[in-house]
């Protein structure tokens, strides 16, 4: 799972660094402080996956690529960006999956990944 995060982190930087305005550590600071803490206020798994779903996908793709850049900006909080990172990362990959399964896209996409289309 951890190397799925990381492999997905470097995915979104590179995407993220097209076209965006640079951050600098307090912005990044203030922006994980920000969406950690509304997360975490949440009180439960359920509350915090009620709050995370009010975003729409390309809010979560936002976040998890601003907190990806921001790994190599503030070196000192890497590990925290990592792990909202890999949050929000986690919530887009349950999302992606229930889109594919609600349109009965599963046994398609399973069986081009086992021709190795990728």
């Keep these: 799972m951890r190397l799925r995060v990381i492999f997905l982190a470097a995915i ?5 660094a097209q076209n965006q305005p640079e951050l600098s550590i307090s912005q990044c600071s203030s922006d994980y402080g920000t969406w950690y803490e509304a997360m975490s206020m949440a009180g439960s798994a359920e509350a915090e996956l009620d709050a995370v779903n009010r ?13 990806t850049k921001c790994v190599a900006i503030d070196s000192q909080k890497q590990q925290w960006y990592v792990g909202l990172a890999g949050t929000y990362s986690g919530f887009a990959h349950i999302r992606d999956r229930d ?15 086992a021709a190795g289309k990728r």
């Design 12 to 16: 979104c930087t590179a995407i993220a």
């Design 55 to 67: 975003l729409p996908m390309e809010g979560l793709i936002h976040r998890m690529e601003e907190m």
């Design 99 to 113: 889109f594919i399964e609600r349109h009965h896209l599963m046994d398609t996409f399973l069986s081009e990944d």
